[in-house]
């Protein structure tokens, strides 16, 4: 996908929305999906952090901020069962469209964080060999604090490029913050 940025930027940008389609409207991501909204519904956290890292890498390179008010739609399906990873099944696109901003701030604040302040894993941390740490609901994870702390200082740019200077001020506290934290 990188490397179509400079040969077909166009393409990438389409990914960005098609990967924003695969979103729950609760942020988490399909980690695999199919054809006919199709996909394995997972707890992976970093899964969810990749859309606004791409996309703020996009805009990096292309400056195209107006991709931020493009829109997809929202997919809703069935909740993962208690006790288990992760749940293949077909979903349905949502009736409404939310801007490619929305979609990558609800990825941002779907994180939820252990006792020290570090993003929680919840599953997948990179590696899927993790997955059984994530999954009982306390494995911490300072990878995942550190590509953390990069999209919030890559939203910090993304921000300050939308002429917003107190969310690019507060994105690169928090930045700093998380990056310390690790």
């Given at each position: 996908?990188?490397?179509?940025i400079y040969?077909?930027?166009e393409e990438v940008r389409?990914?960005?929305?098609l990967?924003?389609?695969?979103?729950?409207e609760?942020?988490?991501?399909?980690?695999?999906?199919h054809?006919?909204?199709?996909?394995?519904?997972t707890?992976i956290?970093d899964?969810r952090?990749f859309?606004?890292f791409?996309t703020?890498?996009?805009?990096?390179?292309?400056?195209?901020?107006e991709?931020?008010?493009?829109s997809?739609?929202?997919?809703v399906g069935?909740?993962?069962?208690?006790?288990k990873h992760d749940?293949y099944?077909f979903?349905?696109?949502?009736?409404?469209?939310?801007?490619?901003?929305?979609?990558?701030l609800?990825?941002i604040?779907?994180?939820?964080?252990?006792?020290?302040?570090i993003?929680l894993?919840?599953?997948g941390?990179?590696n899927?060999g993790?997955?059984?740490?994530?999954?009982?609901?306390?494995?911490?994870?300072?990878?995942?604090?550190?590509?953390?702390?990069?999209v919030?200082?890559?939203?910090?740019?993304?921000?300050e490029?939308c002429g917003d200077?107190?969310?690019?001020?507060?994105?690169q506290?928090l930045?700093?913050?998380?990056?310390?934290q690790?």
């Amino acid at each position: 996908m990188t490397a179509l940025i400079y040969t077909n930027p166009e393409e990438v940008r389409r990914h960005l929305l098609l990967c924003a389609s695969r979103q729950y409207e609760a942020g988490d991501v399909q980690h695999w999906w199919h054809p006919g909204h199709a996909g394995v519904r997972t707890r992976i956290t970093d899964d969810r952090l990749f859309l606004p890292f791409m996309t703020a890498w996009y805009i990096r390179r292309t400056g195209d901020v107006e991709v931020l008010a493009a829109s997809a739609p929202f997919l809703v399906g069935a909740d993962i069962p208690p006790g288990k990873h992760d749940l293949y099944h077909f979903a349905a696109p949502t009736a409404y469209a939310a801007p490619l901003m929305e979609h990558c701030l609800r990825a941002i604040r779907s994180l939820r964080f252990g006792p020290r302040h570090i993003p929680l894993m919840e599953g997948g941390d990179w590696n899927d060999g993790m997955n059984h740490i994530g999954a009982q609901g306390w494995g911490e994870s300072v990878w995942l604090t550190w590509f953390f702390g990069l999209v919030l200082e890559r939203w910090s740019a993304v921000a300050e490029r939308c002429g917003d200077r107190e969310a690019s001020e507060r994105y690169q506290r928090l930045s700093k913050h998380f990056v310390q934290q690790a």
